[in-house]
């Protein structure tokens, strides 16, 4: 049986319909630090190693509803072919196998669960992204 790869940090993505006023919200009104602007998305971080992203375009890139697509839960790791191969390994379906997206600069794949959500398992390859803390 293949090892778990690990979990360091996670991110709810949710669909922004004016990302200016959810920026204003998010920063002005509840004070959270924005930690990375990808342009049509902005990532907060909300308490340790937890983030929420708010984009204006989520889901665009796959081959899915609107509405399936304006929840993305990703959780960040150093390894997403490691993932990639575990999830095949547990007979998990991959929706969209391990790739390089440019316009983010992250890796990533997608999965569903069972209540068909979507899952992406992610890397950060911006610098500039908070590296995971350490207890």
């Given amino acids: 049986m293949n090892k778990r790869p690990p979990i360091e940090q996670q991110v709810t993505f949710l669909h922004a319909q004016d990302l200016a006023e959810t920026a204003v919200f998010y920063e002005q009104i509840l004070g959270l630090k924005l930690v990375l602007d990808q342009g049509v998305c902005r990532i907060y971080c909300s308490g340790g ?3 929420l992203g708010f984009c204006q375009t989520l889901g665009q890139h796959l081959d899915a509803s609107a509405a399936a697509s304006h929840v993305i839960l990703t959780l960040v790791s150093p390894d997403v072919d490691g993932w990639h191969d575990y999830l095949v390994g547990q007979g998990v379906a991959i929706e969209k196998p391990p790739t390089l997206n440019e316009k983010f600069n992250i890796y990533h794949c997608f999965l569903r669960d069972p209540n068909g959500y979507l899952l992406e398992i ?8 908070p590296k995971p803390t350490t207890d």
Avoid: I
């Fill in 49 to 51: 190693d937890a983030y």
């Fill in 122 to 129: 992610q890397t950060f390859l911006d610098p500039t992204w």
